[in-house]
Nanobody, 126 residues
Framework: QVQLVESGGGLVQAGGSLRLSCAAS????????MGWFRQAPGKERESVAA????????YYADSVKGRFTISRDNAKNTVYLKMNSLKPEETAVYYC???????????????????WGQGTQVTVSS
């Protein structure tokens, strides 16, 4: 069992930056691939980024490549999402999730994720 708590959301102007954190409970955090996902009002949840258990492999949605960076610190049981050059259309609730699928290699497929946090709101003003 893994419990996930996101933080770091807030209000930012377009073009600004935020860094989200996701703290995980449990001693097996380093076994899990981790992902970030987001859901805007009235839209389906979409994948943003993912990272393998050791941080060696990362995945990004095309829409965020070059602007967002996912990273993790297994000693701190935490995964991060640094978001630069934010756009108003990226206003959403951002969720982190943990996956044991694919041997912890990770993927952008939401179906692979077993545990989800409650989310943190990111609002980008124009």
């Amino acid at each position: 069992q893994v419990q996930l708590v996101e933080s770091g959301g807030g209000l930012v102007q377009a073009g600004g930056s935020l860094r989200l954190s996701c703290a995980a409970s449990g001693r097996t955090f380093s076994s899990y691939a981790m992902g970030w996902f987001r859901q805007a009002p009235g839209k389906e949840r979409e994948s943003v980024a993912a990272i393998s258990w050791d941080g060696g492999i990362t995945y990004y949605a095309d829409s965020v490549k070059g602007r967002f960076t996912i990273s993790r610190d297994n000693a701190k049981n935490t995964v991060y999402l640094k978001m630069n050059s934010l756009k108003p259309e990226e206003t959403a609730v951002y969720y982190c999730a943990a996956s044991l699928g694919w041997g912890g290699l990770g993927s952008l497929s939401q179906d692979e994720y077993d545990y989800w946090g409650q989310g943190t709101q990111v609002t980008v003003s124009s």
